[in-house]
Nanobody, 126 residues
């Protein structure tokens, strides 16, 4: 089991930027997991945002965030990041990171992820 802790959320104006971090518990084989970011807006289902393979060589994005968000990871620090630029009001929600034991996967399905963080709130104002 991987324990994950997100940070970096907050309130930002539209057009601004935030960088989310997700740190895995020490002792985990973080470098063997692919990682994903998901978000959930009030009254809506959780949706896929981005994913990155275990090595970082592959990634995938929700179409509406392509060109604005960048997912990256530092396996030495057991941390995955989500750089969010040109934020829009519709990016508002609770952002969760999750760990997928399939190292090569960039799955967009929440059911492929075994471990989840507690979430960090992102609010974008107009």
């Amino acid at each position: 089991q991987v324990q994950l802790v997100e940070s970096g959320g907050g309130l930002v104006q539209a057009g601004g930027s935030l960088r989310l971090s997700c740190a895995a518990s020490r002792g985990t084989f973080f470098g063997s997991y692919s990682m994903g970011w998901f978000r959930q807006a009030p009254g809506k289902e959780r949706e896929f945002v981005a994913a990155i393979s275990a090595s970082g060589a592959r990634n995938a994005y929700l179409n509406s965030v392509k060109g604005r968000f960048i997912i990256s990871r530092d396996n030495a620090k057991a941390t995955v990041y989500l750089q969010m630029n040109s934020l829009k009001v519709e990016d508002t929600g609770v952002y969760y990171c999750a760990a997928n034991p399939s190292r090569y996967s960039c799955s967009s399905s929440p059911t492929d992820y075994d471990d989840w963080g507690q979430g960090t709130q992102v609010a974008v104002s107009s």
